[in-house]
């Protein structure tokens, strides 16, 4: 299948050729702004596999339809048969999160932006709204280009909402438009004759029907019009003679002309046409991603989308580089090129690679890099040297990394002295939280004891010491991480012990922390998915026995045991290998130390969470917490198992980190491998969440349902304060200040809270120290944010808002993303001149070729050609810059008269897209001479060589599909474009 015959198929998946196509998706009720966002993402990334799969000579097999994100992850992960059932891979979490994400941001526009009318396309703001989509487009090119992939997933949740909005509230399809309407992705250009603001565009309804209501001129003369919305009667400025939105929250539907014509839901006042307004959004949004995949390239676009060759997770250092970490420098390039030499090809392998050093008072910067002999240069490149004082910039250049890697990745953080920024401990713990990474500490020479760093007060020292170890410990704890204390001798060791279980299907079955240690009795749960069962121990003096499923016990001390298939000691850290045995386990800790117990094992059945809260806006339902909690009210969480179709929960329980206490939920199964989990109460210490259940396919083997238990690694505070704010619209350009509102509210005592806002960056930013709030009350304030002018488009910064309680009993914070964008200027696609084309084909095309030569531009005023890639063809392409001119590219191809049709993708410096197809074939007409021509329904002269030369979309590919050629940008006026 060609690549205009699999994007053909995209848009038949969408239901571009007809609605009835999704029949079975609806299934009788309406379609969300998730279900269209998920199922344009699934069609897009199967193409993106596919087109990289025939890329590489490798056979693809489609996923079963629907469509699901277990199935397309499986499908671009392997090369096995997918027919009947899809297994979990290893970019199924990463996909589904990303996903997620995606989908939350589009929501959170109606959340935020509730009754702003450009977000949603109300009130005939075409231009306002089709500004948010190309700026936030731009934004999001500018990310990917940079790898910030959390960035583009954000913000391209935010301009996936009014896109598809477009086609429920304007009179689109109303006017008979089956497909997309271009333009919309695209500034500079026309989207429709849009009606004046004094032309009127309907009538009222004839009762509870409004299938008339819409004028007929309107229709007719193809004018572009959407309903007006307001919330407030009395403030409703709806001219005379508009449509309305229509439905329950909107109170000018009462004023005529009376109803609506949104088409939201199947019962709206347009809901007939519901239907086929959703299929025609899935294919708007498609044709929006397959431009941002023009831009990126198919690579960069699944990495986007979570989807990688190697393991979803990083694999990040952030190391100090301070003076006296000579030696560990060394031991830290040793155990990377292990590490990496282990893993490079095979299931484990990174996707991506993260270096973060720091010193006194630098960090930074972040090196990023999918290629393990830049990293491996990268950190053999350090220098020990500087510092000074014993205490580093050890938690910003932790904070850069959080920020910078992707969620769900393991860091490693080597240092020998205590935390100089212990002031960000509170922001690096709301990253823990919010990117649920695992943090590990691998601290040598007795930290803060540096014989470099002698202090004339030992006392002051030791408590330095003591307080900075600490800190680390927290952090670690707090993610679920460890924080190993060894000599620079050990190093090696330990780091390689842990860097065994980095796998990407690596699941915690349980972990608890003890502080003051005591006996306590453990049971998990085996279940027979789980592979590699280990046990990490961190802590002196500890012991221990294990009691197997069958009744068989092994104690620490005892070394000739069958339990215990291999054990490793280094500093105070140990690991247990056990053998593997389904069923219920058993450990007896015994210490009167600190300790922390963590049990682990690779396993497709994972799981993913988000805590609920009712939403206090107008369209009610849940909204995701993208904080904390409230401390010790009910609360709901949201659970996904991910790995197996048929497993079922039958518990989910919030266990107390550090004790015995928990708090069981009542479960409700939704669909989807989602359920419902409400809580009576959320509890105020920290927590993590403990699910079991039971799947029904795990092995051939089991003749009844296998139990499971699974738990999350990064431990959770709630807390009475709740801090809001919102990042829809922002993006911060340089050298220019951007106000960022947000709000504190308390449900406890008043008084006045501290507030501290940091960003990852070093940004210039200004906010109140405090805010004064009384008993449940709420304040607001703003945070002003500026990024120095020479700051590159695509630059990432994390804003976290702190608020402290008085005297710090209580904390709760929002973490903000922004992305830095210089104005955009050029909008206009390369363009491809023919400059020659040559054949000699034959009937036998295998002994002959042909050739052309393209000129490539962008333009006197373009921001110049980025990269050029064939999008299709099996020949051999080659460019040279025209000598004297910078702006302008010679591209050379040639290939096997076998292969006759070639497709240029060329992509400019800010993510404008052009596809120049070229094709060389035998006409069929009224002569068998051998001729260059475009590919048409109509015969062309066998002398005449021509070329299809033009940016490509997704509509003018569909009409490709039918036989109709399109030459240029330009579409039909009847469409009411032009």
Request: negative net charge; glycine residues 8%; proline residues 4%.
């Amino acid at each position: 299948m060609s690549g205009l015959a699999a994007l053909c198929f995209l848009l038949l998946q969408t239901g571009a050729c007809g609605f009835e196509i999704l029949g079975w998706f609806f299934r009788g009720k309406s379609l969300t702004h998730e279900d269209i966002t998920e199922r344009a993402i699934l069609n897009t990334t199967v193409q993106v596999c596919r087109a990289l799969a025939l890329a590489e000579g490798k056979d693809f097999t489609f996923p079963p339809q629907p469509f699901t994100a277990k199935c397309v992850a499986f499908a671009c992960d392997t090369a096995k048969s997918v027919a009947v059932e899809c297994e979990a891979s290893k970019s199924s979490k990463s996909f589904r999160k990303a996903i997620s994400l995606i989908q939350r941001k589009n929501r959170n526009v109606d959340l935020f932006r509730f009754y702003s009318s450009r977000h949603h396309f109300d009130d005939e703001t075409f231009i306002e709204g089709r500004k948010i989509i190309t700026e936030g487009l731009s934004a999001v090119k500018a990310s990917n280009k940079r790898e910030n992939f959390e960035a583009a997933r954000e913000k391209l949740g935010n301009i996936l909402h009014p896109l598809q909005d477009f086609y429920s509230h304007s009179n689109w399809v109303e006017m008979g438009n089956n497909l997309p309407n271009p333009n919309l992705i695209r500034a500079g250009t026309s989207i429709g004759n849009i009606a004046a603001e004094s032309r009127a565009t309907c009538r009222n309804c004839d009762g509870d029907d409004c299938r008339n209501n819409i004028l007929e001129d309107i229709l007719q003369e193809k004018i572009l019009t959407s309903g007006y919305f307001n919330f407030v009667p009395f403030l409703s400025d709806k001219p005379k003679g508009k449509c309305s939105h229509g439905g329950l929250f909107d109170r000018t539907s009462g004023i005529e002309p009376t109803g609506g014509i949104n088409k939201d839901k199947l019962d709206s006042n347009h809901g007939f046409l519901h239907t086929k307004a959703a299929s025609v959004a899935i294919a708007a949004t498609s044709e929006l991603l397959e431009d941002i995949r023009g831009a990126a390239g198919d690579r960069t676009f699944l990495q986007m989308m979570g989807i990688t060759r190697g393991a979803s997770k990083a694999l990040c250092f952030v190391i100090d580089t301070t003076g006296g970490m000579g030696d560990e420098i060394a031991a830290v390039r040793t155990v990377t090129a292990s590490i990496i030499n282990s893993k490079v090809g095979t299931e484990d392998e990174p996707s991506v690679y993260i270096l973060v050093p720091f010193n006194d008072p630098e960090f930074g910067p972040l090196i990023r890099t999918t290629d393990p002999e830049v990293f491996k240069n990268s950190i053999n490149s350090l220098s020990a040297s500087g510092g000074g004082d014993a205490p580093e910039m050890s938690l910003s250049g932790l904070r850069l990394a959080l920020t910078g890697a992707p969620s769900n990745s393991e860091i490693f953080v080597f240092t020998d002295a205590s935390a100089k920024d212990a002031h960000l401990n509170s922001a690096v713990i709301a990253l823990i939280e919010q990117t649920k990474s695992v943090v590990n500490f691998m601290i040598t020479s007795g930290l803060g004891s540096r014989h470099r760093r002698q202090s004339d007060n030992n006392q002051q020292l030791s408590q330095t010491t003591r307080s900075g170890a600490q800190v680390y410990k927290d952090l670690a704890q707090a993610s679920g991480g460890q924080a190993i204390e060894i000599t620079e001798s050990e190093l090696l060791k330990a780091t390689s012990i842990l860097t065994e279980s980095t796998s990407s299907s690596l699941v915690t079955l349980l972990q608890a922390a003890r502080s003051p240690g005591m006996a306590e009795n453990f049971t998990f749960t085996v279940d027979e998915s789980v592979r590699n069962l280990t046990i990490y121990i961190t802590g002196q003096l500890v012991t221990f026995t294990l009691i197997s499923p069958s009744g068989v016990s092994q104690s620490s001390a005892d070394t000739t045991g069958s339990l215990i298939i291999s054990s490793q000691s280094v500093g105070n850290f140990q690991t247990l290998r056990l053998q593997q045995e389904a069923g219920l386990w058993e450990i007896k800790m015994v210490s009167t130390n600190p300790y922390t117990l963590k049990i682990v094992g690779e396993s497709p059945i994972d799981f993913l969470f988000d805590f609920l809260e009712v939403s206090q806006g107008p369209l009610g339902g849940f909204e995701v917490l993208d904080n904390r909690p409230r401390a010790g009210v009910n609360g709901s969480l949201r659970v996904t198992v991910i790995g197996s179709d048929s497993a079922t929960l039958s518990e989910v329980t919030l266990v107390e980190s550090s004790g015995s206490g928990k708090v069981n939920g009542s479960v409700e199964a939704v669909g989807g491998g989602d359920f419902l989990v409400r809580f009576d109460r959320i509890p105020s210490a920290e927590f993590v969440v403990l699910v079991k259940g039971q799947n029904s396919n795990v092995s051939s083997r089991a003749s009844s349902p296998v139990f499971f238990q699974r738990q999350s690694t990064t431990s959770i505070s709630a807390s009475t304060l709740t801090v809001t704010a919102d990042a829809s619209d922002s993006v911060l350009v340089p050298g220019v200040p951007l106000s960022v509102p947000f709000s504190v509210v308390t449900s406890g005592a008043g008084g006045t809270f501290s507030i501290q806002a940091t960003n990852d960056q070093g940004f210039t930013s200004t906010s109140p120290s405090s805010l004064s709030l009384g008993t449940g009350g709420r304040a607001n304030g703003t945070v002003n944010i500026t990024a120095p002018p020479e700051t590159p488009s695509g630059t990432d910064v994390t804003l976290t808002i702190e608020a402290d309680a008085p005297g710090g009993t209580d904390t709760n914070y929002v973490v903000l993303r922004f992305t830095v964008l210089r104005p955009v200027t050029d909008f206009t696609q390369p363009v491809c001149q023919l400059i020659s084309l040559q054949s000699n084909c034959s009937e036998t095309c295998s002994l002959s070729m042909w050739e052309l030569t393209v000129q490539v531009t962008d333009g006197a005023d373009g921001t110049g050609i980025d990269r050029i890639s064939l999008k299709q063809g099996n020949g051999t392409m080659n460019t040279s810059l025209v000598s004297g001119s910078e702006n302008v590219t010679l591209v050379s191809y040639n290939a096997s008269c076998c292969s006759p049709d070639v497709d240029l993708l060329v992509v400019d410096q800010v993510g404008n897209v052009a596809s120049c197809f070229y094709t060389v074939r035998k006409i069929t007409a009224t002569t068998s001479t051998p001729a260059v021509s475009i590919t048409s329904s109509v015969p062309q002269p066998p002398t005449v060589a021509a070329v299809v030369s033009s940016s490509t979309t997704a509509v003018q590919s569909f009409l490709l599909c039918l036989g109709i050629t399109i030459l240029g940008l330009s579409l039909p006026s009847e469409m009411g474009i032009n």
